[in-house]
Each structure stands twice: as structure tokens, then as C-alpha cells.
């Protein structure tokens, strides 16, 4: 099986690692060091790996970072007092309230709580508002961000060609559509948006130059349902059954890899294509919001 076509997700994100830690450079040469607040409420497994990915990242490119991480029963208020905190602390140039929360705690309250101006996670309904609108100078959401910096330094034409994103959620559905219908360079796609009620998904599909899989179902995208020569982007992260696994499971994405990888033009393996840029997304928007900071006390 050939592997021409994989896009490597962990080279490109290098790429924008090496940018951005050029860019902490310059901040440090006046004084600055970007810092990252990451706010962890629980013990849920998978949070735990993902913010002590986020750790070793920052700490690599000379971001300083800080954890707090708060009892599963810490009530809803107590969170909402501690990002006030962070936001009031002009030392801290990003806050990351990493999700999932306890069911008792209201995410988009939380969400909505952070500084707009520290919202690297590009969640704040400000970011989000500017986005839609086409503006400048907001926070992109990483997965989107990374998403489209894949295609860009993939050299996969994005202007005038049909996307099909499978999914319609808050943090990757809907603002990949809102960036890659944007009247601007690296975007001018036609989007469709697909989803649960979305009639006949193998017609849209099979029509689609590029199709960015973010529904989570587990190897959901079949060979049928692609067009020979399209470029697969896969965001999904599922677990699936597997009696000869240690766990019981195993990790697959929305796409059927093996299926797929053959008649694809590109496709990012998965691990190794989505996950490492939203990362470097996190980062890069982090070292932005220092910019930012040092900009507006100029």
C-alpha cells in the first residue's frame, strides 16, 4: 500500500511549532513570556492526557504553563470565581477550561466566562461571533484552525472546491464551515454541512472534493462514499470494541482508513494527522494573545 498520499499531521504541526517558538523568542526579547492557564475539573482519563500533552508543548517552545485542577463536585460558581481570577491576572495570556465538565456545570456559561482576550480555545461567543463574521483579531477553535492549516501547507486547492464536513457541533462542524466559506485567500469553498438528518449522505459525499470527517462514529466514512482523488481530513476519536486489545478497545477514527487511504488524492492517518495541529493551534493562538497584550500597552 502506497503512503504517498498521507498527510503527516505531526510534520506539519513541527512546522508550526518552529514558527511559533520563534515568535516567544521575540516576546521574551522585550520581556514577555507567554503564559497558559489550563483548568482541569475531575479526574476524567482522557482530559488528563490531553492538558498533559498541552503541558509538554508549551513547555517545549517556552510557554510557561500552570494547571489547576478542581474536585469532580467543585460547584459551578467556585469555577466561574477562579477564571475571574485568571482573567484579572494580566500575567496570564490564555485560559484553557478543558471539557468535558461535570454535568452539574453549564460548559457554554463557562465558556462564555473567560476573557474574550484569553480565549485561546476560540470558544467565547465574541471569538465565535467574529469568526462568522469574517473579522479580524479573534481566536480561531484549534481542531477548525489546524484542520485548515493541514489543507493549506498540504497544497490542497480549497478555493471553488465542494467540502462536505460531516458533523454540525460547536467546535469543529460549524466553524470549519465558517472558515472555509470565507470570501478570503485559502477558503472560497462551497460548503455542506452534513448530519443525523441529512438525507442521502453518500450523495453529498461522493460529490465532494474534500470531506473533513467530525461526527464520532467509529470508521463511519466508507470507500462507497468517496470520490476517487478526494482529500479526506479525519477529526474523529472513537473507541471501539476489540477483544485483542489489553483495554477491550481500540482508538479509531470517523474514517475506515484501510477502506478509504487507497482511492483518496490525500488523507491524514488518525493518530498522527488532526491531533498533533491542534496543539500547535493552541500554542500559536496562545502566543498571539500575548502579542495582542503587548500591542494594546504600547
Known sequence: MSLDNIIDGRAIAKEVHTETEARVCALKAVGVKPSLIFIRVGED???????????????????????????????????????????????VNGILVQAPLPPHIDETKIFSMVSPAKDVDGFHPINAGKLMLG??????????????????????????????????????????????CQKESHANATVTICHSRTRDVVFHCRSADIIIA???????????????????????????????????????????????????????????????????????????????????HK
Open 45 to 91: 482519563p482522557a482530559s488528563r492526557v490531553y492538558v498533559g500533552m498541552k503541558e509538554r508543548s508549551a513547555m517545549k517552545l517556552g510557554i510557561r504553563s500552570q494547571t489547576t485542577v478542581l474536585p469532580s463536585d467543585t460547584p459551578e460558581s467556585q469555577l466561574l470565581d477562579l477564571i475571574k481570577q485568571f482573567n484579572d491576572d494580566e500575567g
Open 135 to 180: 473579522e479580524k483579531g479573534g481566536f480561531v477553535p484549534c481542531t477548525p484552525a489546524g484542520v485548515h492549516e493541514l489543507l493549506i501547507r498540504s497544497g490542497v486547492a480549497i478555493a471553488g472546491s465542494q467540502v462536505v464536513i460531516l458533523g454540525r457541533g460547536n467546535i469543529v462542524g460549524k466553524p470549519m464551515a465558517a472558515i472555509l
Open 214 to 296: 467530525a461526527m464520532g462514529a467509529s470508521e463511519f466514512l466508507k470507500e462507497d462514499m468517496v470520490r476517487p482523488g478526494a482529500t479526506i481530513i479525519d477529526v474523529g476519536v472513537n473507541r471501539m470494541e476489540d477483544p485483542s486489545q489489553e483495554k477491550g478497545y481500540r482508538l479509531v477514527g470517523d474514517v475506515d482508513f484501510k477502506a478509504v487511504q487507497p482511492i483518496a488524492g490525500k488523507i491524514t492517518p488518525n493518530p498522527g494527522g488532526v491531533g498533533p495541529m491542534t496543539i500547535a493551534m493552541l500554542m500559536r493562538n496562545t502566543v498571539l494573545a500575548a502579542e495582542q497584550q503587548v500591542a494594546k
